[in-house]
C-alpha cells in the first residue's frame, strides 16, 4: 500500500527556508514520478515540482531557482528545499507519487502541510 506524509510546514519570514519531508512507502519497486503541489486558500492547486526515477528534475516557473526537489533512497522520503520564499508561497503543500508498470497505474496523495510565510 502506497503511503505518503508531509511534514516540515509552519510559518516562516519572507526570504526564509524551509525543508518539506515526504516520507514514502509502498511504490518504489514500480516506475514512479515524485511530485509536490501546493494550494492556497480560495485558489486552484499549483504544481510546483517532479522528480523522475533516474534524478531527472522539473520545476514550475514560479519556483525556479528557489526551491529545489530531491529524493533520499535510504530513507525513502521526498524533500522540498525552499529558499527564498515569499508571501506568494503561502499554502497546504502536498506530495504525490505517480505510479505505473509493472504496478497498476495509479496517483497517491500526502495529506499536506501548511507552510505560511509572512512580508
Known amino acids: 500500500q502506497v503511503q505518503l506524509v508531509e511534514s516540515g510546514g509552519g510559518a516562516v519570514q519572507a526570504g526564509g527556508s524551509l525543508r518539506l519531508p515526504c516520507a514514502a512507502s509502498?511504490?518504489?519497486?514500480?516506475?514512479?514520478?515524485m511530485s509536490w503541489y501546493r494550494q492556497a486558500p480560495g485558489k486552484d492547486g499549483e504544481y510546483v515540482s517532479t522528480i523522475y526515477s533516474d534524478g531527472r528534475r522539473i520545476y514550475a516557473p514560479s519556483v525556479q531557482g528557489r526551491f529545489t526537489i530531491s529524493q533520499d533512497n535510504a530513507k525513502n522520503t521526498l524533500y522540498l528545499q525552499k529558499n527564498s520564499l515569499k508571501p506568494e508561497d503561502t499554502a497546504t503543500y502536498s506530495c504525490?507519487?505517480?505510479?505505473?508498470?509493472?504496478?497498476?497505474?495509479?496517483?497517491?496523495w500526502g495529506q499536506g502541510t501548511q507552510v505560511t510565510v509572512s512580508s
Open positions: 504525490t507519487v505517480a505510479v505505473g508498470v509493472p504496478c497498476p497505474t495509479a496517483r497517491f
Open positions: 509502498g511504490y518504489t519497486h514500480c516506475r514512479y514520478t
